[in-house]
């Protein structure tokens, strides 16, 4: 993460032209909040609707801050963390194309977001989307099933956490990459990651050292094989499931 000082953001708001076509062929449509929209319901969503782009590295959300807005992911990734009072990170999450943030129960963030590479967002403003959700119950069941996923996302994360191996947790963060990239329709014999070995260290409570290691050795025994530091080809699915689930 780049430091306070030296971090200058870099967003970029794009009012959308012809906003009712460009909500009907986002590729992210199907998998957000949107998907319960009807034709009626998506013309006047894209009216409140506003394309923010950010390049790798740049903070869309911070802890603290007033929640004003909220955001459906249409390309691209984000990490979200939370920093504990002596300055070390926690992440909790990555989310990916279709993936909906900034809820809060309050007025103020309670995690940051920042993007793991070039990342297009949709933007809504909180109380016209607000609005909008009690005028819609069948987006407002799609977004209370959304909230729901990521409650059991939490649950599995305090398992991981609390329970598992660091092979045991390293392999449950992989396998939870696989099983979202074949729900999105695309073939999990291969994961692309686009977060570092530090951010998947921060992810699964150890250190990046640990997290190397876990990688060297499940390649060694012929579980996954490495390209570089970002493609992970799964060779074999079947022990890779076995050591991810032997705590569960």
Known sequence: MLAAETYEPRPTFVPFQGKTQNCRACP???????????????????????????MAGDALIEEGDEATHFYTITSGSIKIYKLLPDGRRQVTGFLFQGDFLGLSFNDNYTYSAEAL???????????????????????????????????????????????????ERVTSFLLGLI?????????????????????????????TETVSRTFTTLRADGIIDLNGTTLVRVLDRARLQAIAEIAN
Not at 119 to 138: G, I, K, L
Not at 183 to 194: E, H, N, P, Q, W
């Open 117 to 167: 590479t070039d990342t297009t967002v949709c933007r809504f403003a909180r109380r016209q989307f607000d609005r909008f959700v009690e005028n819609h119950p069948a987006i407002e069941r799609r977004l209370l099933m959304m909230v729901s996923n990521e409650l059991a996302a939490a649950q599995d994360q305090m398992v991981l956490l609390g329970r598992k191996t660091a092979q």
């Open 28 to 54: 992210a449509r199907n998998r957000t909040v949107c998907a319960a929209a009807t034709s009626e319901a998506l013309d006047r969503l894209a009216g409140l609707a506003a394309s923010q782009q950010l």
């Open 179 to 207: 099983r979202r990239q074949e729900r999105l329709g695309r073939d999990g014999k291969a994961i692309r990651l686009t977060m570092t070995r530090n951010d998947i260290a921060d992810y699964v409570g150890l250190t």
